[in-house]
């Protein structure tokens, strides 16, 4: 996502950039026709009408793309076309309930999308923290139960550390940054609040993962 609906199309971020995963080979989207297809769905639903929002998804997709090596083969696919597909509900012809995961999730479930694929969009970075917030957490979960995964912490690593325009960042300095922008007291400053400390575990535990930190990053 952006956490929950923490990136508008308006607003940059300054945060620092954050290293590329060292010893990771890409995966080539256009090898693999389901993330090929994820690709370029998303473009049609964001490029025209939100494009700081494609920026923000372009960026999450091609570090899925390094990302999904590390990951056992099965599940390459799954995290590359759920990272390219995470924030297709801020499309305005998608909105229905107005929260992103929940209606980016039930367009998926219409059109055919593999279910794993459907239900890591509808959860992705902790939405059903943000869930709760709206008054959405019993539907969110009755419809798209979370799967605990390898899969899931990459894809919230891939989402949590890159801003609203695209750029690479940390996580503390996203936080801070969406923070700033929406306020503590707003839906999503209470969101982030609740999650910040999940989300910190999780993106840290997979920087371990790919040796971003530790004795091994130096």
């Not at 639903?45 to 923000?56: D, F, K, M, N």
């Not at 509808?122 to 799967?147: D, I, K, Q």
């Not at 982030?192 to 004795?215: I, K, N, S, Y």
């Amino acid at each position: 996502m952006d956490p929950g609906s923490v990136a508008d199309d308006a607003a940059p971020t300054t945060a620092s950039s954050v290293p590329r995963p060292r010893q990771l080979t890409p995966t080539v989207t256009g090898v693999d026709p389901v993330a090929a297809e994820a690709r370029e769905t998303a473009r049609q639903l964001l490029e025209g009408t939100l494009p700081i929002r494609w920026s923000h998804v372009r960026s999450v997709g091609a570090t899925a793309e390094l990302v999904a090596s590390a990951l056992d083969k099965s599940d390459r696919m799954l995290l590359v076309a759920a990272a390219w597909l995470h924030d297709i509900g801020y499309a305005p012809a998608l909105v229905d309930t107005g929260f992103h995961p929940l209606d980016g999730a039930r367009w998926l479930r219409r059109a055919g999308w593999a279910p794993r694929v459907v239900g890591l969009v509808a959860n992705h970075s902790y939405a059903l923290v943000e869930a709760a917030e709206r008054g959405l957490a019993g539907e969110l979960a009755a419809e798209f139960p979370a799967e605990q995964s390898a899969v899931a912490e990459a894809l919230a690593y891939c989402d949590l550390t890159t801003g609203p325009d695209g750029r690479r960042v940390d996580l503390v300095d996203r936080l801070a940054e969406i923070r700033s922008r929406y306020g503590r007291d707003s839906v999503v400053g209470r969101f982030v609040d609740r999650a910040e400390g999940d989300m910190v575990e999780t993106v840290r535990r997979v920087e371990a993962r790919l040796g971003l930190r530790g004795p091994s990053a130096g």
